[in-house]
């Protein structure tokens, strides 16, 4: 194989991996638009890719925000019970369903949440004096505090991530896109941790649909090797910048990110791209 | 080893293992057998991830955590009916 084209692929994932490390996004948003576009893949070899490029850039960056105490693992594996049951329904209702309707509530979904993000400071919630199932404690770098959190709306929360389950399955993107929102906005989770608890869920759920690509031999092995060396590579980076971010900057970007991703998947939907 | 150590290490080392043997893997793309070396890092990596949920399991069973357990028992059921069902519909 041409040493450019490994070359390249190691370069988007880069930049995927830093995007997705710092946002809790995984990467998928990019990795697809270079592996159908500039790379001239099909969908199911793009797909496959990109979800091992997803478990190289989530598990780089949920290693290291699960040492710093970052990730909620155990909100993590709640979240992803539900996250999963809407995947796999997901996958077996999206022939019925028409895909640019999907792409345009998702973006619709994704605009809501980033003007709430740019507009509104984050809420979070003093937990309990007797301390239940749901209240956590971060330790946020880059004031050097321990903060305590209540993690609130829990089951409206579950309910939702079925939603987003299903959407990102059908869609082919947003994991993390809904979920960072989702727990930041409506479960009061700090944001710091949203994204890294959602480094954590994004490798979880991308395994199950990785695995799948794999055994059914769908995988082109040396995009693939490049694709993850890239995305891991990134990651490392990612995790350094997040380190020296301020959780209202932090917001900040990520409003912005989010009207990005809706502009790509609105023009998706649109038939431009 | 505290509890978000363990997580860390054993993401941490088979991601890097994964990482490492599909270099190698690419590297030796030439040979006939850099194919097979490749499979195996991509199997590897993407089994990280489901490493980290059961050594997560093991350490909430250890630290007696019987809510998250119970969490984290749901999760590995579905997970696998989730695998089970896509490759019944594959």
């Known amino acids: 194989m041409d040493p450019l084209i490994i070359v390249a692929l190691m370069a988007v994932g880069i930049g995927a991996g830093i995007i997705g490390a710092i946002f809790g996004l995984g990467g998928g948003i990019i990795f697809m638009p270079f592996l159908t576009i500039a790379f001239g893949l099909g969908a199911i070899e793009a797909t496959a890719i990109s979800l091992i490029g997803i478990v190289a850039s989530s598990v780089g960056a949920a290693s290291i925000y699960v040492r710093r105490g970052m990730s909620n693992v155990r909100l993590g594996l709640l979240m992803?019970?539900?996250t999963t049951i809407g995947a796999v329904v997901g996958a077996f209702i999206a022939a019925y369903l028409s895909n640019w309707m999907l792409l345009c509530i998702f973006s619709a979904v994704l605009i809501y949440s980033s003007l709430h993000m740019m507009f509104h400071g984050e809420r979070i919630s003093e937990p309990p004096d007797v301390e239940d199932n749901m209240s956590f404690t971060y330790y946020d770098e880059n004031e050097g505090l321990d903060k305590r959190y209540e993690v609130?709306?829990?089951?409206?929360?579950?309910?939702?991530?079925?939603?987003?389950?299903a959407v990102s399955s059908m869609t082919g993107v947003g994991g993390g896109a809904i979920k960072v929102p989702l727990m930041n906005l409506f479960m009061h989770v700090p944001i710091k941790v949203a994204s890294a608890t959602s480094s954590y869920m994004i490798g979880i759920t991308a395994f199950s649909g990785a695995i799948i690509y794999f055994l059914n031999g769908f995988v082109l092995l040396d995009y693939a090797?490049?694709?993850a060396i890239g995305a891991y590579i990134?990651?490392?980076?990612?995790?350094?910048?997040s380190r020296n971010l301020k959780s209202a900057s932090m917001r900040k970007y990520l409003a912005i990110v989010l009207i990005v991703i809706a502009i790509l998947e609105l023009s998706k939907a649109g038939g431009l791209i | 080893m505290s509890e978000s150590n363990l997580i860390f290490s054993t993401l941490r080392i088979t991601v890097i293992s994964g990482i490492v043997i599909l270099a190698i893997g690419l590297l030796l793309s030439e040979q006939a057998y850099g194919e097979?070396?490749?499979?195996a890092g991509v199997l590897v990596l993407i089994c990280s991830p489901l490493l980290g949920v059961?050594?997560?399991y093991v350490v909430l069973i250890k630290e007696r955590d019987w809510f998250w357990v119970k969490v984290a028992s749901v999760l590995i059921a579905v997970l696998s009916m989730g695998?089970?069902?896509?490759?019944?519909?594959?």
């Open chain 1, 80 to 82: 992803e019970i539900t």
């Open chain 2, 83 to 90: 695998i089970i069902l896509s490759l019944l519909k594959v």
């Open chain 2, 36 to 39: 097979k070396i490749m499979w």
């Open chain 2, 54 to 56: 059961l050594v997560t």
């Open chain 1, 152 to 165: 609130e709306n829990v089951r409206g929360g579950l309910a939702l991530c079925t939603v987003a389950g």
């Open chain 1, 234 to 241: 990134g990651s490392l980076i990612g995790t350094k910048i």
């Open chain 1, 225 to 227: 090797a490049g694709m």
